[in-house]
């Protein structure tokens, strides 16, 4: 068993021109964590998800590096966070997308692609060997409904 | 500090060839920056006793401990303060004492970074108000540019005036054994006079122009800066021990208290009152993140830099370069003073300060003879401490707590550059050596 037999293949993905509203819309309508960004050529750029979007809503000194860890002081109302979020709407994906998540190659053994998805606590995209194009992608409710149907 | 050890004759080359060789490389080393500086001063260090200039014993003599234990000492008292919330509370206090007017909160945050610098290091206290600076110019809508450029000069301004504000002070004032309120008598006032005169650039640049909508004011303004203390316990028993340093460091000298004692019985204080309420497994945990507070990259880059400049000396070639020096000033103390404080000024600027000054202790410590005496060469130490303190505000690479600045600065997306940052701070740092230069002829030569 390989990441290849357990990944879900055609998953929902986003264009790198996408706007940030139109990607909020989708992950929040369906529920995603988060959404692979891929290009018209089919390549994988990186993961736009909720994290990106509170990441726009949460003041930078906070979230940057060395940032400040104690925020309570600070009481901003969901107008205040809305309005931000307002801010770069227009904007797309590729400004906010995470591009440091952790790709697997499809003939991963099946144990080390669990253990990543353990560790990482986000779905894995799985990228051809050699290229850069989006198989599937490996989340949770794959994993759990192959092993449960086992 | 004069070297009680002889350096030996290494297979068949001369002693002082070598080590000044090894001294050089170590500088271009460091300046280069391919390297971390730790690894190169620790390498140069052992390769001083592997090479036969000096042994073991004599390496460890080289190694000024009072400068340690008051920086390690010191690191372990912030490392527990700021977890208290009392950095946050100050900055948001501050600009919240001018209505958050933009330039109001700018002068604020200059004040706070300044006196936070001159009792602190100045790397934690950037990294402490830096954060809050960018909060604040984010929810005004304005660059923080002109407020981190400000600070950054707040900082090396501020840490010039006292004995435990920079680095430089340290080591200057360990080796000649001058007291805390040495420091704060000669060189607080000319703070006092720097300070205030690079606000009216900064205010002719940018100031005059920072303008923020009176909604986005209200922002700052409804910050709760009670809410950014976490722990009130802490935040007591913080303030007591740095009470207790400062009254230390004041009054310690007369009673033969070295600077680095007061530090470390402040640190050992303050780590029994903050872990006496824990269990065992809690103490550990909390010991282990208070340690690692400690910037043990500095520590042993100090060390390793003790080592190689004791090294060097003891080969004569520093004694050397001190008697070349006054014939260069024609043996003139005025002279001397003054272009020792412009020469570290522009080194300060371009080069780390920590071995620039590590260096010229040794070279200035030979010229007392010359100049009749230690009494006579205090406007040369004096010299030294301005002109490598303030020289540090010349380039974004003069001080550690620059690139720190400059750091949050990337982050935040508005950077730093180094060549225009150079082109307005450089003018700046001159003219506070230009007034310094003033200060030290009227009051001392």
Redesign the interface.
């Known amino acids: 068993m390989t990441a290849a037999t357990i990944m879900l293949t055609n998953p929902t993905v986003l264009k790198p021109t996408d706007l940030i509203s139109t990607a909020a819309r989708c992950i929040m309508e369906h529920r995603y964590r988060s959404v692979p960004v891929v290009d018209e050529d089919g390549c994988y750029m990186g993961m736009f998800g909720v994290n990106c979007l509170l990441r726009q809503v949460l003041p930078k000194a906070a979230i940057m590096e060395d940032g400040l860890e104690n925020v309570s002081f600070i009481h901003e109302t969901l107008a205040d966070l809305h309005e931000r979020l307002r801010e770069v709407e227009d904007e797309p994906v590729t400004v906010c997308m995470n591009t440091e998540v952790e790709t697997l190659p499809p003939d991963t053994p099946l144990i080390k692609t669990l253990l990543l998805l353990y560790r990482t606590k986000t779905s894995i995209p799985v990228v051809e060997t050699g290229t850069c194009k989006l198989l599937g992608m490996i989340s949770y409710w794959d994993v759990g409904r192959h092993i449960l149907s086992a | 500090m004069h070297p009680t050890h002889e350096a030996q004759v290494i297979f068949g080359i001369d002693p002082t060839l070598y080590a000044g060789v090894l001294f050089v490389l170590t500088y271009v080393l460091i300046i280069t920056e391919r390297m971390n500086r730790a690894i190169i001063s620790l390498s140069a260090a052992c390769l001083m006793i592997l090479g036969g200039v000096l042994t073991q014993e004599a390496a460890f003599e080289g190694v000024d401990f009072n400068t340690l234990g008051l920086l390690t000492g010191m690191m372990v008292i912030v490392g527990i303060t700021k977890n208290s ?1 009392v950095f ?1 509370y100050l900055a ?1 206090w501050s600009a919240k004492k001018v209505n958050a007017d933009p330039w109001g909160i700018l002068v604020m945050l200059v004040v706070v970074t300044a006196v936070l610098s001159a009792l602190l290091d100045n790397v934690t206290t950037v ?1 402490l108000i830096a ?2 600076t ?2 604040i110019t ?2 005004l809508k304005i660059s923080a540019y002109p407020y981190l450029f400000a600070e950054i000069f707040a900082s090396n301004i501020g840490g010039t005036a006292t004995l435990i504000g920079d680095p430089p002070n340290i080591m200057i004032g360990s080796a000649v054994g001058l007291s805390f309120n040495d420091f704060l008598f000669n060189l607080a006032p000319i703070t006092l006079i720097i300070l205030p005169l690079t606000m009216i650039p900064i205010y002719l640049i940018w100031g005059r122009r920072l303008d923020s909508a009176p909604k986005y004011r209200e ?1 700052v303004m ?7 203390i ?1 722990d009130t316990r802490l935040l007591k028993q913080s303030l007591f021990v740095i009470a207790l340093v400062l009254v230390g460091f004041t009054l310690g000298h007369q009673y033969h208290l070295q600077p680095a004692t007061v530090a470390m019985s402040g640190a050992a204080l303050l780590l029994v009152l903050n872990n006496f309420p824990l269990n065992s497994k809690e103490q550990s945990k909390t010991v282990h993140k208070t340690f690692c507070e400690v910037e043990w990259v500095t520590i042993f880059f100090f060390i390793g830099l003790f080592i190689v400049v004791y090294g060097l000396e003891t080969t004569g070639l520093l004694e050397m370069l001190a008697h070349r020096v006054i014939e260069l000033t024609g043996g003139d103390l005025a002279v001397t003073a003054i272009a020792i404080m412009w020469v570290s000024a522009v080194a300060s600027a371009v080069v780390d300060n920590i071995p620039f000054v590590a260096t010229m202790i040794p070279l200035i410590e030979n010229m007392t003879e010359t100049f009749g005496g230690t009494e006579q060469l205090m406007p040369v130490w004096w010299s030294l401490a301005l002109g490598s303190c303030l020289g540090g505000n010349g380039s974004l690479i003069g001080a550690s707590a620059n690139l720190i600045v400059a ?2 600065a990337e ?3 508005q950077p730093i550059r180094f060549l225009p940052f150079m082109l307005a701070a450089f003018p700046l740092m001159l003219m506070s050596i230009l007034v310094s230069s003033v200060y030290l002829y009227l009051r001392y030569l």
């Not at chain 2, 409804?222 to 950014?228: G, M, S, V």
């Open positions: 919330g946050q948001i990294l954060p809050v960018l909060l984010d929810a922002k409804a910050y709760r800066e009670q809410d950014a976490t750091g949050f982050r935040e997306g």
